[in-house]
Each structure stands twice: as structure tokens, then as C-alpha cells.
């Protein structure tokens, strides 16, 4: 690979954006002024504010301290990291988390050292998507970020605890970007519609036009951006707004060109999800909904189940959820939903997609709707708590193999009672080990089907414990 593949470099800040740039990159803010929300990591004196603030009123510059920044897509990760090389003057480097190697990341370094000792020029290093990074890639940058030969910025979608090294992420303040609500997001669209790095007012956005871009938005700024970029050629480029060109050029200039709710419609076909299935949203989502299949709310289910559905995610995987659920938390108040949970599997492997979906609602309108018991459940983990503890204790001699050569001289099998030839098919007699001898593992619930398995298994731990 050559390095250049993966490497944006600039010698002293960042380049100013062309006018061939997308939209969203053409509007990046200049100044901190410009950030939206992210106001708690921007009051005066934190430790993001003194690190892009070139210095304070006799010059100092705050000492070079690397960042991970965590937040949702569209909250100014990239923003925040080229904020900081612009106002400080510090060389600029953009690594592609998605195309470098390590050996790209040592040269990145190895030349920032090498300036660093020859001049004193600083370096920040940014690089996105930082949790595609291998083990091997984010340990390259350690020696960097502890001596301080660059100035990390690693930005991240996902939660760096399960994403970013430990020791990277020791070496590094962690900073958490919140997603942005609706009216910073709509300051934004609106200063994009009338600055002159953006459309330089070219057009004007109907109310109900900007309302449908700012729910299609779901609070990312760039996504937001995109949308008006997309709407904004949609509109420009229709023959109504020709002729309204030409009109407007006999009178004293050119009239802004119209963007109604259709024109947004047109240009974007299909409304965007906020969902990551390779992101950090990717758990948020499969979390809400097995909460939602457990707290029986059947509409949230469908509703999680679609935006995963609508986001691509694989229907293998959301099966396998769906089985899991069926035994963990519906268990044996309705056995057949573990039936319905494998059913789906098999079928969703068989059909595919987009019919598979039909089969997946089905199954999550049976999970979410049965009566619902963790009870088999908390059952074995009881009795796996106590085996890893050591209370196991010996198999009761008339219990054991009695089968092989020589295991009735040892006493194996003596005395055991077949269950069949006793009353209700329930021998009286002990199965548990000596230590765990009245020991309860499964308490079932009083709901669906269980309430039937309740009753009958009070009437066998009668029968059990009454060994006289």
C-alpha cells in the first residue's frame, strides 16, 4: 500500500476546502464558536477549549494532551480534530483507520518525531474510526501518544472500553460528544442555506421541507448537510428553476430557488436509519429490542426489528436473538415460542430475504405477546454458580454406571429404584449429591403453562423428599 493511499498531510494546519467539496465539509465550522451543542466540552478552561486554543494572553500554548472522542455519527468528531491543527498551527496529519497498516502508522510517527527533534513542530495525528483498528495498529501508537511526539485524535462511533486498547485509551483523555437536538441541527442547515461557503442563499427551504430533512437527520449534522446538498441539486437542476433564473436575471438579481417537500422527497429516496449495524447504535438497538420482546411491549419489538431490518442487518443474527429470547426470558410459561424461535431460524435460513422478515415478525409477535418466566433460566445459573464453586460433591452410588465389568462388586447401582415401576412414574429416592440434598434450582413462575408445571412439581418433590 502506499502511504499516500492513506495519508491527508499538510504542513501547517488543515487546507481550506474547494468549491467542489461536499457540502458538509465546505461548512465545517472555523472556530469554536461555530461548533454546535458540545457544550459541556467547551466551557472556558476545559481541557478541549485549552487544547485548540492556540494560547492564552502571554502565548502559552496548553501542553499537546491526546483525545479520544466518543459520540454518534454527525456530532463533530472530524470538526474538533481539525479545529485543533487549524487555531494551533500544528502539522496536520489524517490517517485512514480503514486502509492503513502499521507500518503506515510507524512512518506517520517516525517523520512526526523526526520534525519534532529538528524544529519543534507539533503534529496531530488524527485518525477516524479509530475501533477499526487492530490490537497490533492501536499498540503502534503508544510509544507516540506517551512521549508526546504527536498529538493524538482518535475519533470513535463505538465505546472505546470495548474498542480502544487500554493502554491507548490510559494515555488519552476520553471525550464524549452527545448527539445534537433538533434546533442545533437546524441552525446549521440554516446557516448552510445562506452562507456563502455553503449555497450562498441559491435556495430557500419550505417549512415543511426543513422539518422532513430534520427528522431524516436524527440529529447528525453531516447527514443533515448531505440531505440539503442533495435536495438543493434536485432543485436547482429542475427546469422550473431555470426559467425562474431567467426571469429573475431581467429584474435586479436571482430569485432563491424554491425547495417544497416534494423536491425533498425526490431527492431522497428512501429516509435514513440511525442505525450502525458495525457501530456502537448496533447494540443500543438489538438491546432495545430483547428488552422490548421481555417487557412484552409488542409494538416496540416490531419496531426495532424493523430498523434493524431496514439497516441490513444479517437475518441469521436476529434470529439467533430471537431464540435466545424465546428460552431466556418466555421459557417454560409458553414452551412452544422456543419451538416458534427455531422454526423462524430454519426458515429465515431457508428463504432469505426480504420474505424472511415476514417470518421474523411472526416470531416476535409470539415472544413479545406469551406469558413470560426467567425461572428456567436463573435455574442454571444457580447450579453453574455452584459446580464453579466446587459444591458438587459425589454421584450417589445407586446412581452410577452400573454397566461395565466390576461395577457391581463396587457398589454401583445398588439399590436404585426404576421410576417407572413406582406410583406416577416418581421414585422416591435422592438423585442430588450428599452436600446438595435439598437444594432448589428452579422455582417456576405462577404464569402460562408454568402455573400447571408448578403444581405437578410440588406434588414430585413430595414424592422425592419422602424417602421413609
Do not use: C
Request: glycine share 8%.
Amino acid at each position: 500500500m502506499d502511504l499516500f493511499d492513506s495519508v491527508i498531510t499538510t504542513e501547517q494546519g488543515i487546507p481550506a476546502p474547494g468549491a467542489g467539496s461536499p457540502l458538509a465539509v465546505r461548512m465545517r465550522p472555523r472556530t469554536l464558536d461555530e461548533v454546535a451543542g458540545q457544550g459541556h466540552l467547551l466551557v472556558p478552561g476545559s481541557p478541549l477549549r485549552r487544547l485548540v486554543d492556540p494560547g492564552d494572553e502571554r502565548g502559552r500554548r496548553a501542553a499537546p494532551t491526546s483525545v479520544v472522542l466518543w459520540g454518534p455519527p454527525g456530532t463533530g468528531k472530524t470538526t474538533l480534530a481539525y479545529l485543533i491543527a487549524a487555531t494551533s498551527g500544528r502539522r496536520f496529519v489524517e490517517l485512514s483507520a480503514v486502509t492503513a497498516g502499521v507500518k503506515d502508522v510507524r512512518a506517520v510517527i517516525e517523520g512526526a518525531r523526526r520534525r519534532l527533534a529538528a524544529d519543534g513542530t507539533e503534529t496531530v495525528l488524527f485518525i477516524d474510526e479509530v475501533h477499526r483498528f487492530t490490537k497490533a495498529q492501536q499498540d503502534a501508537l503508544l510509544p507516540s501518544v506517551e512521549n508526546r511526539w504527536v498529538t493524538l485524535v482518535a475519533a470513535t462511533t463505538e465505546n472505546p472500553s470495548f474498542s480502544v486498547n487500554s493502554p491507548l485509551l490510559s494515555r488519552s483523555l476520553l471525550l464524549t460528544l452527545q448527539p445534537l437536538d433538533v434546533e442545533q441541527v437546524r441552525t446549521l442547515v440554516r446557516r448552510a442555506v445562506e452562507d456563502e461557503r455553503g449555497l450562498g442563499g441559491s435556495v430557500v427551504l419550505a417549512e415543511d421541507a426543513e422539518e422532513h430533512l430534520l427528522r431524516l437527520a436524527g440529529g447528525d449534522a453531516r447527514k443533515a448537510l448531505t440531505i440539503l446538498e442533495a435536495a438543493a441539486g434536485a432543485a436547482l437542476s429542475h427546469p422550473a428553476a431555470a426559467e425562474s433564473d431567467e426571469r429573475a436575471g431581467q429584474d435586479e438579481g436571482e430569485a432563491p430557488v424554491p425547495i417544497d417537500l416534494a423536491t425533498m422527497e425526490r431527492a431522497i429516496d428512501v429516509a435514513a436509519v440511525r442505525y450502525d449495524r458495525d457501530g456502537d447504535q448496533h447494540y443500543d438497538v438489538v438491546s432495545a429490542f430483547i428488552k422490548s420482546v421481555r417487557g412484552s411491549d409488542v409494538d416496540a419489538a416490531l419496531h426495532y426489528l424493523a430498523r434493524m431490518i431496514a439497516a441490513g442487518e444479517d437475518p441469521r443474527f436476529i434470529a439467533r436473538r430471537i431464540v435466545i429470547s424465546a428460552a431466556e426470558d418466555i421459557g417454560m410459561a409458553d414452551p412452544s415460542a422456543l419451538q416458534t424461535a427455531v422454526a423462524a431460524a430454519q426458515a429465515v435460513a431457508l428463504i432469505g430475504m426480504p420474505e424472511a422478515s415476514l417470518i421474523l415478525a411472526e416470531a416476535v409477535v409470539h415472544l413479545a405477546t406469551a406469558p413470560k418466566s426467567n425461572a428456567a433460566y436463573r435455574g442454571i445459573e444457580a447450579a453453574l454458580a455452584d459446580v464453579r464453586a466446587g459444591r458438587m460433591g459425589s454421584v450417589p452410588e445407586h446412581l452410577r454406571d452400573a454397566h461395565y465389568a466390576g461395577a457391581r462388586s463396587l457398589g454401583h447401582g445398588k439399590g436404585y429404584v426404576y421410576s417407572h415401576d413406582e406410583p406416577h412414574a416418581v421414585a422416591a429416592q435422592q438423585y442430588l449429591p450428599d452436600e446438595l440434598v435439598g437444594t432448589r434450582y428452579y422455582s417456576p413462575s405462577d404464569r402460562g403453562f408454568e402455573r400447571s408445571v408448578s403444581e405437578r412439581l410440588d406434588k414430585i418433590r413430595t414424592i422425592l423428599d419422602d424417602r421413609s
